[in-house]
Antibody, heavy 118, light 107 residues
Framework: EVQLVESGGGLVKPGGSLRVSCVASGFTFSNAWMAWVRQAPGKGLEWLGRIRRWSDGGTTDYAAPVKGRFTISRDDSKDTAHLEMNSLTTEDTGVYYC?????????WGQGTLVTVSP | DIQMTQSPSSLSASVGDRVTITCRASQSIENYVSWYQQRPGKAPRLLIYTASSLHSGVPPRFSGSGSGTDFTLTIDTLQPDDLATYYCQQSYSTLFTFGPGTKVDLK
């Protein structure tokens, strides 16, 4: 069974940092492009960025609101993708989802809640 | 950035109704549109990709159409299980963007 499980969410103060992770199972993680999407409370979905598989260069792309603050990485030996978040503000509060990307976002995790509050 | 808009923002329909949701892109995106369903408290789920291709396991009452800038998601014979918010998303640009969502509830 295909599964993506996010972890690492929690409460962090403005200006702080946090790393959330996404562990994959049930498919060949090293072949997958991985994306991160967030959802602020009561709001819509916001695509944050992606990391390509190593055979496609392992490069990353980021949405403007997070570029320079967020970093996506992957560890294929652990079937895990990471989202490192720095300089967090209250606007970054929300549920963070990882997803596999094949043009569309076809497999999703259950999400992890990040709360940025003084 | 490519902007995606959706209409209506919400709608109420009865079980058995045919429901149509529209999505418009700020520029031509060919057929690079996907549709997602998000039930309350759940993660999004892919329904349709490349405008009209049904994702594996999705009931055939869901269908998509359109190309260029205007796209449609149709739910034939609405079921209680379809209570959800529906999002379109473009993958034409390297930087993906979602529409604001359409909330479907039952009359």
């Amino acid at each position: 069974e295909v599964q993506l499980v996010e972890s690492g969410g929690g409460l962090v103060k403005p200006g702080g940092s946090l790393r959330v992770s996404c562990v994959a199972s049930g498919f060949t993680f090293s072949n997958a492009w991985m994306a991160w999407v967030r959802q602020a409370p009561g709001k819509g979905l916001e695509w944050l960025g992606r990391i390509r598989r190593w055979s496609d260069g392992g490069t990353t792309d980021y949405a403007a609101p997070v570029k320079g603050r967020f970093t996506i990485s992957r560890d294929d030996s652990k079937d895990t993708a990471h989202l490192e978040m720095n300089s967090l503000t209250t606007e970054d509060t929300g549920v963070y989802y990882c997803a596999t990307e094949v043009g569309a976002l076809d497999k999703w995790g259950q999400g992890t809640l990040v709360t940025v509050s003084p | 950035d490519i902007q995606m808009t959706q209409s209506p923002s919400s709608l109420s329909a009865s079980v058995g109704d045919r429901v149509t949701i529209t999505c418009r892109a700020s520029q031509s995106i060919e057929n690079y549109v996907s549709w997602y369903q998000q039930r309350p408290g759940k993660a999004p789920r892919l329904l349709i990709y490349t405008a009209s291709s049904l994702h594996s396991g999705v009931p055939p009452r869901f269908s998509g159409s359109g190309s260029g800038t205007d796209f449609t998601l149709t739910i034939d014979t609405l079921q209680p299980d379809d209570l959800a918010t529906y999002y379109c998303q473009q993958s034409y640009s390297t930087l993906f963007t979602f529409g604001p969502g359409t909330k479907v509830d039952l009359k």
